[in-house]
């Protein structure tokens, strides 16, 4: 099976810079994407890792450790509209099929 | 608009009835998803379809859900007698397939409330 961990919540300060976290475990790693949710909203793509290192668009940057199970999602010049729910995704194959698995997801409220 | 559509948006039913969702992926992707999802929860992966076959269900679905895609574009998700514990907003999403399938458009959703 597959099981990803990352906090609940985290508040940041407008214009600052906040990282989100995100262990997992899983057989069949693929890699790890992440994905933004507004309040009644759809979830939507906003990056994806399959190799070690830093992921850059634009203000937003993601980082994967195969090695240590780990990544995160780096938000910099945080802005009112980031406020949202984020959710970390583990794509994995198994049975010749790729899928993805959602963590619990990171509400992010950014405070003036 | 990801371009992926769901119909009804709402759906408000009293237990023991079935209801039918309709979903309307993005015309060149060829895989299809159906997922749950609760308040402070992540989506819950339900079943998925590539092209028309239903490839994988997931073990937490009951017998009361089932799901089809005709000619492999729209797809349906049918719950029957449904139970309050089925009250969820319930997405849809496509992708290509293969390796790509790690990038999911999704659907707005439709939120599910049995009484």
């Known amino acids: 099976g597959q099981s990803l961990e990352q906090p609940s919540e985290v508040t940041a300060v407008e214009g600052a810079i906040v990282q989100i976290n995100c262990t997992y475990q899983?057989?069949?790693?693929?890699?790890l994407s992440w994905y933004q949710q507004h309040d009644g909203g759809a979830p939507t793509f906003l990056s994806y890792?399959?190799?070690?290192g830093l992921e850059e668009t634009g203000r937003f940057s993601s980082f994967l450790s195969r090695s240590d199970s780990y990544g995160y999602l780096l938000l910099q010049e945080l802005q009112m509209k980031d406020s949202a729910s984020y959710f970390c995704a583990v794509a994995y194959s198994g049975a010749g099929s790729y899928q993805l698995t959602f963590g619990k997801g990171t509400k992010l409220s950014v405070i003036p | 608009d990801t371009g992926v559509s769901q119909d009804p948006r709402h759906k408000i039913t009293k237990r023991g009835q079935n209801v039918t969702f309709r979903c309307d992926p993005i015309s060149e992707h060829n895989r299809l998803y159906w997922y749950r999802q609760t308040l402070g929860q992540g989506p819950e992966f339900l079943t998925y379809?590539?092209?028309?076959?239903?490839?994988?269900k997931s073990r937490l679905l009951s017998d009361r859900f089932s799901a089809e895609r005709p000619k492999g574009s729209f797809s349906t998700l049918e719950i029957q007698r449904t139970e309050q514990g089925d009250s969820a907003m319930y997405l849809c999403?496509?992708?290509?397939?293969?390796?790509?399938?790690?990038?999911?458009?999704f659907g707005p959703g439709t939120r599910l409330t049995v009484t």
């Open positions: 379809f590539q092209n028309e076959a239903q490839l994988e």
């Open positions: 899983t057989s069949g790693f693929y890699g």
């Open positions: 890792n399959a190799l070690d």
């Open positions: 999403a496509s992708s290509l397939g293969g390796q790509g399938s790690y990038e999911q458009y």
